[in-house]
Nanobody, 127 residues
Framework: QVRLVESGGGLVQAGDSLKLSCVDS????????MAWFRQSPGKEREFVAA???????YYTDSVKGRFTISNINAKNTVYLQMNNPQPEDTADYYC?????????????????????WGQGTQVTVSS
């Protein structure tokens, strides 16, 4: 059973750095895509970054050049390195995963395209 568990969230000052981790604690994920989404109170869940087992990562424009999603390692763990975070990055961050490769570039950012979700980790960026 796939069970995604996020960690690494917390309070950070703007301009510092933070690294989120997502691991499949069920050790059964063999799928192709892992991703990060985030959600602030009163807002819809927003795509942040995604990585397949091959190819280049995808990022939402607001985090390009600041956030980096790692490769999916042999333990099915993926990281989100958050450099220079800003107050607008404050949100609950969720890890998501999908079994199959995407057939369309438009699908990477769609929450409905991901089957597995973690419970989230809170990130607060103070100014």
């Amino acid at each position: 059973q796939v069970r995604l568990v996020e960690s690494g969230g917390g309070l950070v000052q703007a301009g510092d750095s933070l690294k989120l981790s997502c691991v499949d604690s069920g050790a059964s994920f063999s799928g192709y895509v892992m991703a990060w989404f985030r959600q602030s109170p009163g807002k819809e869940r927003e795509f942040v970054a995604a990585r397949g087992r091959a190819g280049s990562p995808y990022y939402t424009d607001s985090v390009k050049g600041r956030f980096t999603i790692s490769n999916i390692n042999a333990k099915n763990t993926v990281y989100l390195q958050m450099n220079n975070p800003q107050p607008e990055d404050t949100a609950d961050y969720y890890c998501a995963a999908r079994d199959d490769p995407f057939t369309s570039a438009n699908e990477w950012s769609r929450p409905w395209a991901y089957r597995y979700w973690g419970q989230g980790t809170q990130v607060t960026v103070s100014s």
